[in-house]
């Protein structure tokens, strides 16, 4: 009765378990990082792991992590659990203990998963597994994810390869690292220059070129950056050069370079998966040693022209001479009056007066160092009330060995006098007749304004070359009051109206198509108390070269013609300005067919319609070109056929699909067949004998299957007997007596053919046909060319005359027979003929017996 219960309630828990199934979608969900995850032998690895979905969220959820390796992908091995410490296999065991792999917590509900240093042997399907504590199963608890362990190939190392360098402070430094890596995965690198001071642990980041190339200075080398000081430039391939145009005392440290190797996760997350530093080299700084001398010092001051008119260009220089002007430091102001303009300080430093920082924010005031001695100022558009006497100071400073400055005594130029009058309005406008730009490339235009004296405002227009209309169709606009107006048709485009300069108006307009071709028309208008007083206009002609005429595409390869299990190379070169393209490989099998293998997206992402495992890529730039290599690995019939790689630039928020390459026919052959056969060229036998015709393999492939078929030939009659294919399936002919034929195959391999109770009729020639099957790369069997081997069957009756099977012996046998039987013949003549010679001496005895005794008498005989 216990058992028909206990019976009962283990069905009614299925049956509700089963309705719980059908009846709703999963609860509960486990999810793991996607892969496959591609990582460093001795980085380390972290995965993910969360669940969701059970009746308490808040209650900590136990994990546990297995691996399946490559070797023995059904055999899981526990690796570590958060609830249970002597979960993983002994294997793990040791480097769970000593913290080498944990498994931590992030929230009640996730995991992450670390190994500190991956080994090659780390490679697998990781398991995770939400254990399930509830009293239902409803979900999905256990998940996988790929981890590709693959070897590091980052290096990276610098030059000049001496470690300690001695520089004067103001020297030119240039430093250059090489760095490259040859993953077969797509990579990208970056680069980071770094400078270890000696009161300081942590190195700091000079400049950087990220993964996208773009450059960043690190913190407080930003001024230098943006004054050109400092460049960071990728030479070639894999050299990336810094350039220091004047070194500091503060530069004085260990300087080295960092390259990081990042991959993009199946996520679309970058992942740095390898860094290496190269070797540190000591720069030492030595400070310049400057004695004061203000006797020698000399200022002049000069302008270009002195008489000017609103709107129009001041320009003063100013000339500082003295004794060993080449080490000397300075600062040099220029002033108008007393109220300073700007101010260039002993380093190069460029600030400017409060009363003229606003000018200076408008593009109107610039000032700079030009040379040894030589400063220059600009102030444009000048006002009638910038006239008046301005002169040109300067200050020896001298540099102490803590790199402080100490400044000496002023020494001011003769004063300069300048006059600026107001004038009628001259506007003129003038801007570039022809301008050519690429397809998807940004347009720059530019137009230069003079004569100018009140406000003034833009209108940029546009008008096809193809049309016999003078209607110019208006693009963008900048007001006096400095709003901007753009045309219906560019208002999602990327455009920009600028005024860098007081006298300089510019338009920007990004991924220009070449239907913008055409005429590009610049008016400019002055305005006086909100009404337009004078309009000047300008055109210029621009054409935009389409990128089909800029990108060449070619798809080459250095061997198109391989054997079954051989690898191919194919080379896509793509020739052009440097664009975000996107490439495809397409495979046509035949007339009809055109499948694409993979793309590779212009940001690196990766979509396969083809079997990635059977593919491998790579790209390489190579001066104006990059080259993206398909590697087939192991090719098959299968990857026969005519190859091409397609091009595709994003503009326009849509792929504009470029001419493709050629094609490259690809042919994939059968290897040499190497199948001996041996077999004995004839057989005699006796009928209702049972005969066995052996065909044995002397030489052929490894790991080979086989074919095989054996045909009677008889006159011009074949019969075929048997058969069994690469399966040893066996197959008899349709006339053939089961009973009678059969087929055997043993170690050899050879294969024999038994003819029961043997007959007349089974004389003929045997042909054993052999057919040697091989195993491509995808595991598809193929067959290479027959190859065939014959016996003759002789058979005959007990007594018939001799076979032609064991003739000779026969013969001698025959002959030898013959001369016993001769021999015995005479010896029967000889002994008859001695017979005969004694019968007629016996009848000479009687004829004289009869002389002597008459008939019927009797001689007496004596005893």
């Known amino acids: ?23 709703g979608e999963a609860r509960v969900l486990t999810e793991i990082q996607a892969g496959p995850l591609y990582r460093v032998v001795g980085s380390p690895l972290f995965i993910s792991c969360n669940v969701s979905g059970f009746t308490n969220n808040n209650t900590e959820k136990n994990f546990q992590f297995r691996i399946s390796k490559p070797e023995k992908p059904s055999f899981e091995i526990n690796i570590i659990s958060t609830d249970d410490p002597n979960f993983g296999y002994a294997i793990y065991q040791d480097r769970v203990r000593s913290n080498e792999i944990t498994l931590k917590r992030v929230s009640p509900n996730s995991v992450i998963f670390k190994i500190i240093s991956l080994q090659k042997n780390d490679e697998g399907d990781y398991d995770c597994t939400a254990v399930n504590e509830e009293s239902t199963y409803d979900g999905t608890y256990s998940v996988k994810t790929t981890v590709k362990v693959i070897d590091n190939s980052l290096s990276v190392s610098s030059q000049p390869h001496s470690t300690s360098l ?55 080398f930003e001024g230098r950056y943006q004054a050109g000081l400092i460049m960071l430039d990728k030479v070639g391939e894999a050299t990336y050069r810094l350039k220091m145009t004047q070194v500091e005392l503060s530069d004085e440290g260990k300087i080295y370079c960092r390259a990081d190797e990042w991959i993009q996760d199946p996520d679309r997350s970058w992942y740095s998966i390898t860094q290496k530093d190269a070797e540190e080299t000591t ?62 300080g002993p380093t190069g430093v460029l600030s400017f007066g409060s009363e003229y920082s606003s000018r200076e924010k408008d593009g109107e005031l610039r000032a700079a160092r030009i040379g040894n001695g030589d400063y220059s100022l600009i102030l444009q558009p000048v006002r009638t009330k910038d006239q008046g006497e301005y002169i040109c100071r300067a200050w020896p400073q001298e540099r102490g060995q803590d790199g402080a400055f100490k400044q000496g005594a002023a020494q001011d130029s003769s004063s300069q006098l300048v006059s600026i009058s107001t004038t009628e309005s001259g506007l003129s406008v003038e801007m570039q007749s022809t301008v050519t730009v690429n397809e998807g490339d940004r347009l720059n235009l530019t137009c230069k304004v003079q004569g100018v004296k009140d406000q ?31 045309a219906e048709k560019f208002v999602n485009r990327k455009i920009k109206a600028m005024r860098p300069a007081t006298d300089t108006f510019t338009l920007e307009l990004d991924e220009v198509t070449v239907t913008e071709s055409g005429v590009y028309q610049c008016t400019v208008s002055e305005w006086k108390a909100n009404s337009k007083t004078k309009s000047q206009s300008k055109t210029a002609t621009v054409t935009v070269a389409p990128t089909e005429s800029l990108v060449r595409v070619n798809l080459i390869s250095r061997k198109n013609m391989v054997t079954v299990g051989e690898n ?40 396969w319609s083809g079997d990635q495992h059977r593919y491998q890529l790579k790209v390489k730039n190579e001066g104006d070109a990059v080259t993206h290599y398909l590697l087939i690995n192991g090719a098959s019939h299968r990857e026969a056929g005519k190859y091409q790689c397609g091009v595709s630039v994003f503009m326009e928020n849509a792929y504009k699909k470029l001419p ?94 038994t003819i029961r109770q043997a007959r007349i009729s089974d004389n003929g020639s045997y042909v054993c046909e052999v057919v040697e099957w091989l195993q491509d790369p995808r595991g598809e ?55 005969c010679d004694k019968g007629s001496e016996k009848k000479s005895g009687q004829s004289l017996w009869a002389e002597q005794y008459p008939l019927n008498t009797k001689p007496v005989v004596e005893t």
Not at 479 to 484: A, F, K, L
Not at 576 to 588: D, E, K, N, V
């Open 1 to 23: 009765m216990k058992c028909s219960l206990r019976s009962f309630w283990r069905v009614y828990l299925l049956c509700c378990l089963g309705l719980l199934w059908y009846c």
């Open 166 to 220: 001695s520089y004067n402070e103001g020297d030119a430094l240039s430093l250059t690292c090489q760095a490259s890596s040859n993953t077969v995965q797509h990579t990208h690198l970056s680069l980071t220059w770094y400078l270890r001071k000696a009161d300081e642990d942590d190195a700091q980041p000079i400049i950087s070129l990220d993964r996208d190339f773009t450059l960043s200075p690190g913190r407080g």
């Open 283 to 344: 720069l030492h700084v030595k400070a310049k040693e400057v004695v004061l001398d203000t006797a020698s010092l000399v200022v002049r001051i000069s302008a270009q022209q002195t008489t000017l008119q609103e709107g129009q260009e001041l320009s003063l220089s100013c000339h500082v001479d003295t004794q060993n002007l080449e080490e000397r430091f300075f600062s040099v102001a220029w002033l108008w009056g007393s109220v300073e303009l700007a101010r260039i």
């Open 456 to 486: 003034l405002s833009i209108n940029w227009q546009h008008k096809l070359t193809s049309t016999s209309t003078t209607t110019f169709a208006d693009i963008i606009g900048l007001s006096q009051e400095g709003v901007i107006i753009s």
């Open 568 to 607: 191919v190379e194919l080379m896509c070169r793509v020739k052009g300005p440097r664009l975000q393209i996107t490439l495809t490989w397409s495979l046509q099998r035949d007339a009809s067919t055109l499948d694409n293998i993979l793309t590779l997206h212009y940001n690196g992402a990766i979509s």
């Open 660 to 753: 493709p390459s050629n094609q490259l026919a690809v042919m994939v052959q059968n290897p040499v067949s190497r199948l001996v056969l041996t077999s004995t060229p004839l057989l005699t036998r006796n009928i209702n004998t049972d005969i066995e015709i052996k065909c044995s393999i002397t030489l052929a492939h490894t790991s080979s299957r086989y074919a095989v078929t054996w045909v009677l030939q008889q006159k011009a009659k074949n019969t075929s007997l048997v058969s069994s294919d690469r399966d040893s399936l066996v197959t008899f002919g349709p006339q053939v007596d089961r009973q009678r034929i059969s087929m055997w195959r043993t170690e050899g391999p050879s294969f024999e053919l």
């Open 781 to 835: 069997w193929y067959n290479l060319p027959p190859v065939s081997k014959s016996t003759e069957l002789a058979l005959i009756e007990p007594g018939d005359a001799l076979s032609d099977t064991g003739c000779k012996s026969d013969i001698w046998m025959g002959a030898f027979i013959g001369v016993i039987i001769f021999s015995l013949f005479i010896i029967l003549l000889l002994v008859l003929k001695k017979y």
